[in-house]
């Protein structure tokens, strides 16, 4: 493709379908994100090239590697794409005021969460938004006690667990896993590593411990989905974990041959009882488009 000798037109929306591709390491995957087709993303990224004259990325089976010219792009189409949603947010102040809160667990803390916090204080800053991170279990208490009016959280996806008035933006699978070095199949007793007391997970792989007669012990408790990650990569013993944060120093554990556990949700709920319904409804507009952009498995 030879460089065009009129000046170079790059449309905001183009780049951003470009960063999603990158983003997501894939056409389809960014399509799933953005809410396109895959030929819609195709559509964007060869318009893109044609108007500049280059060739930004090569397709290698499932996924996209950048070229030299594509690199460059990228580090502008950040600063496009982010400059641009930060004026729409600035010119499209609301008027609204007041606190609202919101819980989530500290998987969804540190990813979306400050995204969103921002965008929500720029668009609404009269608008007080207090958050608090906790396991989900504890979130879900604090919503229906009315101590947050908006919860991020996780539930297991069995019998009625999921409520008609939520909103599921991602579901991942769960896995019993021990450290690549580890060899905890035959162990007379398993050590278990949990994220605590409220863990979610754990009463699925005990209670089909127990039904087995397997003994074990609970070597460690945290809070902390990075402290999980590494004692599980050091061996020290068993976890359940979700599939996202699953590592390469991770292998299945098959002590109890074929183990079935439940999904896990990611779910957007909101109280019955919020204070200001137009308060909630704007903080939960901002969550669904964020959490729709980045990340939703349905």
């Known amino acids: 493709m030879g460089v065009a000798d009129t000046p170079v037109k790059l ?5 951003r379908v470009f960063r999603e591709v990158v983003a997501s390491d894939g056409f389809t995957a960014a399509g799933d994100r953005l809410g396109m087709t895959q ?22 089976g499932q996924t996209v590697t950048l070229t030299a010219d594509g690199r460059d792009l990228l580090a502008h ?10 004026a729409v947010d600035y010119f499209q102040r609301s008027e609204l005021a007041g606190t609202v809160r919101l819980g989530c667990n500290e998987e969804v803390a540190a990813t ?7 965008r929500f204080r720029r668009t609404h800053p009269d608008v007080s938004l207090e958050i608090r991170v906790q396991d989900s279990a504890y979130v879900a208490e604090w919503l229906d006690r009315g101590e947050v009016d908006v919860a991020l959280i996780q539930v297991l996806d069995v019998d009625d667990a999921i409520r008609t008035t939520d909103e599921v933006w991602r579901r991942d699978e769960l896995r ?27 009463p699925w792989l005990t209670a089909q411990l127990d039904a087995a007669g397997r003994a074990y012990r609970h070597a460690m408790e945290c809070p902390s989905i990075q402290g ?13 974990l979700n599939t996202p944060n699953l590592t390469a120093s991770m292998r299945p554990w098959t002590g109890l041959g074929s183990l079935e556990l439940p999904a896990v949700a990611f779910v957007l709920r909101t109280s019955t009882a919020a204070g200001s319904i137009e308060l909630v409804d704007a903080l939960r507009h901002h969550l669904s488009a964020a959490l729709s952009n980045h990340g939703a498995r349905p």
Do not use: N, W
């Open 112 to 118: 979306q969460l400050a995204d969103v916090a921002g």
């Open 11 to 15: 449309d905001v929306e183009s780049l």
């Open 228 to 240: 999980v990650q590494a004692a599980v990569d050091a061996g020290l013993g068993l976890a359940v």
């Open 176 to 202: 019993v896993v021990q450290g690549e070095a580890a060899d905890f199949d035959d162990a007379d007793t398993l050590p278990l590593i949990s994220f605590g007391p409220r863990c979610l997970y754990e």
């Open 77 to 86: 189409a950040d600063e496009i794409v982010d400059a641009h949603d930060k």
């Open 39 to 60: 030929s819609a993303v195709s559509h964007k990224i060869r318009r893109l090239e044609e108007r500049i004259g280059m060739e930004l990325m090569r397709r290698e």
